[in-house]
């Protein structure tokens, strides 16, 4: 298991599923589409489009591209 990132901020936040854990699956608020107070993701930073995020449950590191903003590729 990885440690949390030296950048984590608790004040920045994402609500993006993990797709190392999945924790989100089973949760009414996150399956609503709304901000879920235990499914949130640490927002370690971003380029362009690009979202850098950490889970604080499994500690997943991955890049999320959201395809808005500056820098997103189109999807076709």
Avoid at 4 to 11: E, R, T
Avoid at 14 to 23: I, Q, R, S
Avoid at 31 to 44: Q, T, V
Wanted: aromatic share 8%; net charge neutral.
């Amino acid at each position: 298991m990885l440690p949390i990132d030296p950048h984590a901020d608790l004040g920045r936040r994402a609500w993006v599923p993990c797709p190392g854990c999945h924790d989100h699956k089973d949760c009414r608020t996150c399956l609503d589409g709304r901000n879920c107070g235990e499914h949130w993701r640490y927002l370690i930073g971003n380029t362009g489009s690009r979202l850098h995020l950490q889970c604080p449950g499994c500690t997943h590191l991955w890049v999320h591209e959201t395809h808005f903003g500056a820098g997103g590729t189109t999807p076709f």
